[in-house]
């Protein structure tokens, strides 16, 4: 039997939010790991330092770095000044900044910086998945070209499912059926998108098309189970045959 905790919602409270934010202190340097986390599953860390009229509050460098890790370094640069003008604080091609902060500006601050560097790197990632996915698709209508010819190759098709009408990467329409494909990138948002459709289609019936889930990386790819529920499931870089029987 669990025991009920005796402290008051005070108490607790403090607790919950010492919890949340961890404090760490360096040569007058005081870093704060926030509850918020990067793409990559990192906190957003700032740091506070102490100049001659203020504070300076900023991510040390911690979202390039991130984005970095992301692949999107070069991106980052032009997507960061876009997420301080929104947080007003300020991006010097290294880090996330505010300067000259008073002491009771501090909180303020700090969470701009934060969710400026959050924000930056979100976005971040949001722009690789989609320079990814294009050029998924490109690779997806050349292979589909070669092996039935761009007549039976139909790319960004649109289909009414049971409920709603999608959109498919591409679809092939052969003599007694029509199959669709859907590029799914590595993560439970692509999983989960691709699955909706997948499901809204399935539940047309007997005529429901084919559904040929392509996945980008098979290895990291999450819910598998899942997705095999709704669609054939096959690897980007299969074989010609392995397309073949999947549609």
Wanted: net charge negative; charged share 25%.
């Amino acid at each position: 039997m669990a025991l009920i905790s005796t402290s008051s919602i005070t108490e607790i409270a403090w607790e919950v939010a010492q919890a949340l934010v961890k404090v760490s202190t360096r040569d007058q340097v005081a870093r704060l790991s926030m509850p918020l986390l990067y793409p990559g599953g990192a906190m957003v860390g700032v740091e506070i330092s102490r100049l001659r009229d203020g504070f300076l509050v900023s991510d040390a460098g911690g979202a390039r770095r991130e984005a970095g890790l992301l692949g999107g370094e070069r991106s980052f640069s032009r997507i960061a000044h876009e997420a301080v003008d929104r947080f007003g604080v300020q991006f010097d091609h290294n880090m996330i900044f505010d300067v000259d902060v008073s002491e009771d500006e501090l909180v303020l601050a700090v969470i701009a910086v934060a969710n400026a560097a959050k924000t930056s790197v979100e976005n971040t990632a949001i722009h690789l998945a989609s320079v990814q996915h294009a050029d998924a698709r490109v690779y997806l209508w050349e292979r589909l070209e070669r092996l039935y010819g761009p007549k039976l190759v139909g790319r960004k098709l649109k289909i009414k499912g049971s409920s709603e009408q999608w959109e498919f990467d591409a679809a092939i329409r052969l003599q007694d059926h029509l199959s669709l494909f859907e590029i799914v990138a590595p993560n439970a948002n692509a999983v989960n998108s691709a699955v909706t459709k997948f499901l809204d289609v399935k539940d047309i019936g007997i005529a429901a098309p084919h559904r040929v889930a392509v996945l980008t990386n098979l290895k990291t790819t999450p819910h598998l189970a899942v997705l095999a529920r709704t669609a054939r499931y096959i690897s980007a870089d299969a074989s010609d045959e392995d397309y073949r029987r999947a549609a």
